[in-house]
Nanobody, 134 residues
Framework: VQLQASGGGLVQAGGSLRLSCAAS?????????????MGWFRQAPGKEREFVAA????????YYADSGKGRFTISRDNAKNTVYLQMNSLKPEDTAVYYC???????????????????????WGQGTQVTVSS
């Protein structure tokens, strides 16, 4: 496994969690970590996997699904081959398994639609459970 997600857990509504996703190797699928757009997705029981947030190769641009805008912040540290998702003001509906993913997005203009396209991501972490109690 090249991407390892961590930081999930049980939290009360209104609380915060910080997820981390570290690349276990300098490269992901043979390419430098910094060559990848990084994204976070989540999947609740019985539902399809959905886009949460993404960050550009250098970290200068970020993209969010409406569900997380104003509450979630994605960031990355290319020196540490790690991407983060800070989640504040958590709600019970945020309960899901959260996955990090990496995609090259070569030749694509980044926006919320392209970065939210699950098919653009080539490497996935194993997921970390986030449970928000009411």
């Amino acid at each position: 496994v090249q991407l390892q997600a961590s930081g999930g857990g049980l939290v009360q509504a209104g609380g915060s969690l910080r997820l981390s996703c570290a690349a276990s190797k300098r490269t992901v699928s043979g390419r430098e970590f910094s060559s990848h757009v990084m994204g976070w997705f989540r999947q609740a029981p019985g539902k399809e996997r959905e886009f949460v947030a993404a960050i550009s190769w250098g970290g200068g641009e970020t993209y969010y699904a409406d569900s997380g805008k104003g509450r979630f912040t994605i960031s990355r540290d290319n020196a540490k081959n790690t991407v983060y998702l800070q989640m504040n003001s958590l709600k019970p509906e945020d309960t899901a398994v959260y996955y990090c993913a990496a995609g090259l997005f070569e030749g694509l203009v980044l926006n919320v639609h392209t970065t939210g396209d699950i098919s653009q991501y080539c490497s996935w972490g194993q997921g970390t459970q986030v449970t928000v109690s009411s």
